[in-house]
């Protein structure tokens, strides 16, 4: 039909079923009609709609039209791609060259191009695409140009390529180039590669990665070296606590059982249960019962230094003389000695603060004893012994004796045992000044003195 019609002179008739059917036969025959009568733009439409990107190219490049030339070798093949980028590099367009050259996969005349017009961000994304194989003198080329420019990370990246990692490695710590995780994917070799200089390099992948704080990246590289003890090492550095807890129990191995128990006591286990229910949960599973012991002195310390409970303590403490008899440690004997006698002291001061109501003497006795043993500030205190003892003459309305203690303990620095309400009304009673800010002194008292009062 656009012969007939370009025949019988009806073109636009021609052109219409050309552009409806888009047959690559009729859009020939439009291009070399319009070839023949000198209308090079609607030739060169045509030639592209056929397909004929030979003759399209040859017209449009005869008559300099940039625009077609390029659009046209874009959807060409290699051979036309590398006529149009010797076009464009003849007429000093280099940015287009490279991309017809680079898309032709004529890399090494793309890059040379980028070398001569210095086109940094163009070179930088060929050689982001190069495969592993491409040449060496390639790379090095290329390696050598980026250095020249300062160009830290792409020289990195030529290395990697190069297969050179280990000098890869020591240029992103001089040059402080990040390893990213892609980067770092790229540098860890295959694993047909040896085992031994796989592992030496995913060793020194993982050490620069911690130098430069990328934590969870220098876990990845240890443990894909099988070092999980030093994964776990890393991790712990990054101070994420889900991924620790889950990385110890996957690693099922006593070391980082015990180093995320260790972790975990760092925490405000304190105040949050279910932290302390992991760190005796990874101690059970590591079967270190001296480090559950440890960690039951810490709880008896906390009980006594923040909420001033000893009986408390003397539970915990209880709980750690049973594990550390299980314990194979050198030092056990005698650090189950001291800890049984440490019971005993803290036993006696609870049992003293329990019958100061009822037999107040009885009580004054047993803190009397306690003051006297010189190691007593390794159980209890001497701050809160006192206090109680002041709280029994202060209820007996023995207020001299009381006084005198007040007087003693003010000297020793330790008026922030006693409750504050008590000593203000203790001078009160006593027409005595207050010379001191008792209001100042944090209060840190018993809260039995109102049931030892009733008692008595």
Same mark, same amino acid.
């Given at each position: 039909?656009?012969?007939?019609?370009?025949?019988?002179?009806?073109?636009?008739?021609?052109?219409?079923?050309?552009?409806?059917? &888009?047959?690559?036969?009729?859009?020939?025959?439009?291009?070399?009609?319009?070839?023949?009568?000198?209308?090079?733009?609607?030739?060169?439409?045509?030639?592209?709609?056929?397909?004929?990107?030979?003759?399209?190219?040859?017209? *449009?490049?005869?008559? +300099?039209? &940039?625009?077609?030339?390029?659009?046209?070798?874009?959807?060409?093949?290699?051979?036309? !791609?590398?006529?149009?980028?010797?076009?464009?590099?003849?007429? +000093?367009?280099?940015?287009?060259?490279?991309?017809?050259?680079?898309?032709?996969?004529?890399?090494?005349?793309?890059?040379?191009?980028?070398?001569?017009?210095?086109?940094?961000?163009?070179?930088?994304?060929?050689?982001?695409?190069?495969?592993?194989?491409?040449?060496?003198?390639?790379?090095?080329?290329?390696?050598?140009?980026?250095?020249?420019?300062?160009?830290?990370?792409? *020289?990195?990246?030529?290395?990697?390529?190069?297969?050179?990692?280990?000098?890869? #490695?020591?240029?992103?710590?001089?040059?402080?180039?990040?390893?990213?995780?892609?980067?770092?994917?790229?540098?860890?070799?295959?694993?047909?590669?040896?085992?031994?200089?796989?592992?030496?390099?995913?060793?020194?992948?993982?050490?620069?990665?911690?130098?430069?704080?990328?934590?969870?990246?220098?876990?990845?590289?240890?443990?894909?070296?099988?070092?999980?003890?030093?994964?776990?090492?890393?991790?712990?550095?990054?101070?994420?606590? &889900?991924?620790?807890?889950?990385?110890?129990?996957?690693?099922?191995?006593? &070391?980082?059982?015990?180093?995320?128990?260790?972790?975990?006591?760092?925490?405000?286990?304190?105040?949050?249960? +279910?932290?302390?229910?992991?760190?005796?949960?990874?101690?059970?599973?590591?079967?270190?019962?001296?480090?559950?012991?440890?960690?039951?002195?810490?709880?008896?310390?906390?009980?006594?230094?923040?909420?001033?409970?000893?009986?408390?303590?003397?539970?915990?403490?209880?709980?750690?003389?049973?594990?550390?008899?299980?314990?194979?440690?050198?030092?056990?004997?005698?650090?189950?000695?001291? #800890?049984?006698?440490?019971?005993?002291? !803290?036993?006696?001061?609870?049992?003293?603060?329990?019958?100061?109501?009822?037999?107040?003497?009885?009580?004054?006795?047993?803190?009397?004893?306690?003051?006297?043993?010189?190691?007593?500030?390794?159980?209890?205190?001497?701050?809160?012994?006192?206090?109680?003892?002041?709280?029994?003459?202060?209820? *007996?309305?023995?207020? %001299?004796?009381?006084?005198?203690?007040? %007087?003693?303990?003010?000297?020793?620095?330790?008026?922030?045992?006693?409750?504050?309400?008590?000593?203000?009304?203790?001078?009160?009673?006593?027409?005595?000044? #207050?010379?001191?800010?008792? *209001?100042?002194?944090?209060?840190?008292?018993?809260?039995?003195?109102?049931?030892?009062?009733?008692?008595?």
């Amino acid at each position: 039909m656009v012969r007939v019609y370009t025949h019988l002179g009806k073109l636009q008739q021609a052109i219409d079923v050309a552009n409806e059917s &888009e047959d690559p036969a009729a859009c020939y025959h439009l291009a070399h009609f319009y070839e023949n009568d000198g209308n090079v733009k609607e030739a060169v439409n045509f030639y592209a709609k056929a397909k004929c990107y030979n003759h399209g190219l040859r017209l *449009a490049m005869e008559h +300099e039209i &940039e625009t077609e030339v390029f659009s046209m070798a874009m959807e060409s093949s290699g051979k036309f !791609m590398n006529q149009a980028g010797k076009f464009f590099e003849d007429r +000093e367009m280099p940015e287009k060259a490279v991309l017809l050259y680079h898309k032709a996969g004529n890399i090494a005349t793309a890059i040379n191009i980028c070398f001569q017009a210095q086109l940094f961000d163009t070179l930088g994304q060929i050689t982001d695409d190069l495969p592993k194989g491409t040449e060496k003198s390639i790379v090095n080329k290329c390696c050598d140009f980026f250095l020249s420019h300062r160009r830290y990370d792409k *020289a990195v990246n030529m290395l990697v390529l190069g297969g050179d990692t280990l000098k890869a #490695l020591e240029m992103c710590l001089e040059k402080k180039v990040t390893i990213t995780e892609d980067m770092s994917e790229r540098m860890t070799p295959d694993k047909d590669v040896d085992n031994e200089t796989r592992t030496k390099i995913l060793r020194e992948i993982a050490k620069v990665c911690k130098r430069q704080g990328s934590y969870h990246l220098a876990t990845k590289k240890y443990t894909q070296a099988k070092d999980k003890a030093k994964a776990m090492k890393v991790l712990l550095k990054s101070g994420d606590t &889900e991924k620790i807890v889950f990385f110890a129990n996957m690693a099922k191995q006593k &070391e980082l059982y015990i180093l995320a128990g260790n972790y975990l006591q760092s925490l405000d286990w304190r105040t949050q249960p +279910e932290i302390m229910k992991q760190i005796m949960h990874f101690y059970t599973k590591a079967k270190a019962p001296e480090y559950l012991a440890t960690f039951y002195e810490s709880c008896a310390s906390v009980e006594i230094e923040e909420y001033n409970n000893y009986d408390k303590a003397v539970g915990a403490l209880k709980e750690s003389a049973k594990y550390l008899a299980k314990s194979t440690m050198p030092t056990r004997d005698s650090k189950l000695n001291t #800890l049984k006698r440490k019971i005993q002291v !803290m036993e006696d001061f609870v049992g003293a603060k329990k019958v100061a109501g009822s037999n107040p003497e009885e009580a004054i006795k047993l803190c009397t004893q306690l003051l006297e043993l010189r190691d007593i500030e390794d159980s209890v205190k001497r701050g809160d012994i006192n206090s109680l003892l002041v709280e029994i003459f202060y209820a *007996a309305q023995q207020f %001299q004796e009381a006084f005198a203690l007040v %007087q003693k303990m003010k000297e020793q620095g330790n008026l922030e045992y006693l409750d504050k309400d008590m000593v203000v009304d203790l001078y009160r009673r006593l027409n005595q000044p #207050l010379d001191f800010n008792v *209001a100042d002194e944090p209060d840190h008292g018993h809260n039995d003195e109102d049931d030892i009062q009733d008692d008595v």
